[in-house]
């Protein structure tokens, strides 16, 4: 390297950029001008005014104090610090940092991907609705079907029943009430809108009959003998006169010798239960057959 | 040797202060730093070739970092940002390495 004609101020990046060459130009005559000597004890820089001394990279490390130091060490800092903000900032958010065609497609990525989570979301509620529309008409069907078996439970006799209604207190005198006598009562009961009968303890349902077996009376094969306690469930201003009908069922009843009481009562309890048999021979109508109810 | 300490203080500096850098400098920073560092490695290999001046060192180092934004923010004008990042980069490279390569046969002699 002929070290005599290159400038030697000039640091060698900057050697190939144009813009620098007026600048080295007008260090060389100045450096020219001082001599090298001069130059090197001004600076207590080793070499820099001698061409051809080279630094050693020790000597680099030995802590030397002037203005160019100071220039060199305040770029540095600037350097460093430019150097870590970028890093960290790098780290910290690297979305800022993109360019706009960049975070076009980003976005449209988003886009794209929250059109399909969209798309999913809507069929999945649909589908949860379905869901739920079904549970809640199972459930009210099965409501439905609950009130009915309770209906039919208390018509049929199969469930214990409560509510307003009388009780009828027959007491015989010398003689057995007949059969058809205390089923007259209980046609009697049945006219005024009972919904539930029992007599001394025995349900009374729609199969239910009354037998005379000796001087005792059976009612569904359970005997029962005097007093009978009749309990009905019904409009009580209603069971009580029609069972006091002049010429009626009670009038029968006393006719025969016997004592009746009827009591209205705002509650009373119809306890006594009947497993209702499956019919043997009647099957329902199939539903599209059926004629009109009732 | 103060160079080593500035540069120490200026990474000390940014890691305390944890400066956020504004939306409008992100694009130019790291291209920024590329280039300092560019003139970083130049100044050193001057200084093991001898021919080293902090006045030329200053004016190549801010000149580099200018010029090397400029560069770029007129090619985000033009478009072609992305692209001219890539090859201010690429020449930054190309200069640091050959610097490099410089101050290692310097160092170790090979």
Redesign the interface.
Known sequence: MP?EH?????????RD?P??SP??SD?HPRHAAEGGDEQASDDD?P??GT?????T?AS??????N????????????????????V???QSDSL??L?Q?DLVRLLDDVTQRSQALEREYSSLRVTRDELQAGSGSQQAAIKLAKDRAATQGILSGRLPAQGPGVTLTIEEGTQTVGAATMFNVLEELRNAGAEAVQINGVRLVASSWFALAGNSLVVDDVPVTSPYTWVAIGDPDTLAPALGIPGGALAAVRSQGATAEVKSATKVEVTATREPEDPKYATPVPVSTAGTKR | ???????????V???IL????P?QL??Y??I??VA??????????????????????????L??VV?AALIVFLGDQLGV??QLSTAVVVVLGI?IFS?AA?IRR??FKA
Not at chain 1, 51 to 55: A, I, L, V, Y
Not at chain 1, 68 to 86: D, E, H, M
Not at chain 2, 37 to 53: E, I, T, W
Request: hydrophobic share 50%; with cysteine.
């Open positions: 070290d290159v400038p030697d101020d000039v640091p060698s990046p900057d950029v813009s620098d600048h080295a260090v820089v070499g820099r061409p051809g001394r080279r630094h990279f680099l490390l030995r802590p030397r104090l203005t160019s130091q100071l220039i060199v060490a305040v770029l540095c800092a600037a350097l460093g610090f430019a150097f870590i903000v970028q960290r900032q790098n800022s940092s360019r065609s | 040797m103060i160079a080593f300490v500035g540069l120490v203080i200026g990474v500096v940014g890691l944890q400066p956020t850098v939306v992100q694009p920073l790291p920024a730093v300092a560092l560019d003139a970083l490695f130049g100044g050193l290999r001057a200084k093991l070739d001898g021919m080293f001046d902090d006045r030329v060192f200053l004016v190549s180092f000149s580099n010029v940002g992305a200069r610097n410089a310097h160092i």
